[in-house]
């Protein structure tokens, strides 16, 4: 299918997980309404975001995936027609949790899950207190519309996670995420920070010759003290943003996508044809120092 529609989901959250689920349930079938075919909601979408303590009684919030949630969305998913990305906080086993995202089918079923690799660890981000990085490795989705690939906030400012969930086939990429700023920064570092954000996963689309969808969460959390800069933004195959979302608002949008386009893009910029793969094998070293 050449044309999908995609509808990105860009909103603030609460500490009620419930009320939070059918906020997002709301927004689905708004976007449905607009036509979207894969609707992605942001990254952990049914808390506020957490990770900027390390809390023990947080863990409280993370579910089994199958569970709850995404019990739910497939009956959503099944009644709208619609494939749905949804961002959860993962029980995998006692003491063992991971930042996870669901991907679920238009007809309901549950197709599988994509686990984070890349961890953060800084202040106001302590994921590393909560989350395992993957060890299943990549993932791409056959979906009712298009093949997706879905990477999880962090793993955007990887180029390796991008180039190689798009050299498993991949048509779109999808980053839910929860990014903001620092209430006490000033509005120049505030900008530098959007754009580096941006701009990195606009340098995926480019390199890779897919389309990028970015959802992000927006509003004042942590007592105030972040807000998360909402942005969402679509990119084309070479970069061109399709869509970009403001700062401030909460926003349901739905892009139609050209998945064509990749061949176009791929042929007349052949970035994939000149890959040099007998000479990346010191990509998997740490730091190639000069010993």
């Known amino acids: 299918m050449a044309k999908v529609k995609v509808g990105l989901v860009q909103m603030s959250c609460t500490k009620d997980k419930r009320e939070n689920l059918e906020k997002a349930i709301q927004e689905i079938h708004n976007a449905a309404k607009q036509g979207a075919q ?11 975001y957490f990770c900027d303590v390390e809390d023990y009684d947080n863990f409280k919030l993370a579910e ?3 569970g709850p949630s995404t019990t739910t969305l497939s009956g959503v998913a099944k009644e709208l027609n619609v494939v749905i990305i949804a961002s959860l906080f993962e029980k995998r086993a006692h003491g063992l949790y991971h930042n996870t995202t669901a991907v679920i089918d238009a ?7 994509y686990r984070k690799m890349h961890i953060p660890d800084d202040p106001a981000f302590y994921e590393k207190f ?15 519309y298009a093949k997706i690939g879905v990477l999880i906030c962090w793993d955007q400012w990887y180029p390796e996670a991008s180039r190689i969930t798009a050299l498993m086939g991949a048509e779109i990429l999808f980053f839910p995420t929860a990014i903001g700023w620092a209430t006490s920064q000033d509005e120049a570092t505030n900008k ?9 996963q606009r340098s995926h689309a480019v390199a890779n010759g897919v389309h990028v969808v970015s959802v992000n969460r927006v509003g004042f959390e942590q007592d105030d003290t972040m807000k998360f800069w909402g942005g ?23 892009v139609e996508l050209d998945t064509n386009a990749t061949d ?10 000149d890959r ?9 070293k740490r730091y190639i120092d000069n010993e």
């Open 64 to 66: 089994t995936i199958p």
């Open 276 to 284: 040099r793969i007998d000479s990346y094998q010191p990509i998997t």
């Open 130 to 144: 909560y989350f395992t990085p993957s060890d299943s490795g990549y993932k791409v989705f056959q979906t009712k």
């Open 264 to 273: 176009h893009y791929r042929t007349h910029w052949p970035f994939l044809r």
């Open 38 to 48: 894969i609707v992605c909601l942001q990254e952990l979408f049914t808390s506020l």
């Open 192 to 200: 530098e920070q959007y754009e580096a954000w941006q701009t990195i």
């Open 232 to 254: 969402s933004f679509v990119s084309n195959p070479f970069g061109k943003l399709l869509y970009s979302g403001s700062h401030d608002n909460e926003e349901t949008s739905v």
């Open 107 to 113: 007809d309901g079923a549950y197709l599988g899950k």
